[in-house]
């Protein structure tokens, strides 16, 4: 399961502010989570328009293989797959020549069976004893399928999205989200992702210390090859703690690059100025 609040600045995604995605493989499940997620998304005061993408209504015809049968006929399921498919595109015949031009000749069945589920589950397959009809290799289930399927990392996806009410913030709404969502039952396989703008308040903050210990490193090194000394510059680093401390390291820093010609007077200035931070 991935939770997102999208910014909504800028384009692509769900429009709403707060977005909970449930990424997992089986379709059943994902619906199942989704339910779940949607019930307790409508708990907190503070969400409204909650809505799933998840929507039903196209018909489908669903093959789950009889792998008994078609063991004993010498078949796996993609021959069986591969047959289909060549109902319903068509198998490549040879190609067909008239004054230099050249024709692709596919053969396919008509279209009174390939648009009839009750005539195409009665297709005859080969096998090597014979034809056979399809529903005798194939359990054949009709339902309704989703209209689209969304991925994410090469799995499937369904999204929660909902609105925040008026005087209310993402941050706040996530605070209560979040631990309600965590104490749901997530078989293995799905899991919690947090995104959008509660993802991008976490990256800001990572790359916020990132380069703060970047800063660090950098200045570290400079006061060590200002004093050539890696003790000392322990022992500098270690005494600028608080924030004048910091500001005065960094002035001295500034006073000591005027002072390129000799050593000396490069370093005067810069130990003056942490001299006087750490009396």
Do not use: C
Not at 192 to 213: A, K, P, T, W
Request: proline share 4%; no cysteine; glycine share 10%.
């Amino acid at each position: 399961v991935s939770i997102s609040a999208p910014s909504s600045i800028g384009g692509g995604g769900s429009s709403k502010p707060v977005s909970v995605s449930i990424i997992g493989t089986e379709i059943e499940e994902l619906n199942r989570i989704a339910e779940d997620v949607m019930r307790v998304m409508r708990s907190i005061k503070g969400l409204v328009d909650v809505e799933s993408d998840w929507k039903m209504g196209r018909e489908e015809v669903r093959f789950y293989p009889n792998h008994y049968r078609l063991g004993k006929l010498g078949l796996t399921f993609g021959d069986v797959a591969k047959e289909v498919n060549g109902y319903l595109t068509g198998y490549d015949a040879g190609k067909y020549r008239e004054d230099g031009k050249e024709y692709a000749i596919r053969v396919k069945l008509p279209d009174s069976w390939t648009k009839s589920v009750h005539k195409m589950i009665g297709a005859p397959v080969r096998t090597p004893v014979g034809f056979v009809p399809l529903d005798d290799l194939m359990e054949v289930q009709t339902g309704l399928g989703p209209t689209s399927i969304n991925r994410e990392d090469r799995q499937r996806k369904v999204t929660v999205d909902a609105n925040t009410g008026r005087g209310i913030s993402v941050g706040e709404i996530m605070r209560e989200l979040q631990p309600k969502l965590g104490a749901l039952s997530i078989p293995v396989g799905y899991h919690l992702n947090y995104g959008g703008d509660i993802q991008s308040i976490n990256e800001n903050f990572r790359m916020m210390f990132v380069v703060l210990g970047m800063a660090v490193g950098i200045t570290f090194l400079m006061v060590a090859g200002l004093l050539e000394s890696w003790i000392f510059a322990t022992i500098i680093m270690a005494s600028a703690r608080t924030r004048s401390r910091w500001r005065r390291v960094a002035n001295g820093l500034r006073r000591a690059l005027r002072y390129r010609r000799t050593a000396t007077p490069a370093k005067a200035p810069f130990i003056s100025a942490i001299g006087n931070d750490t009396a």
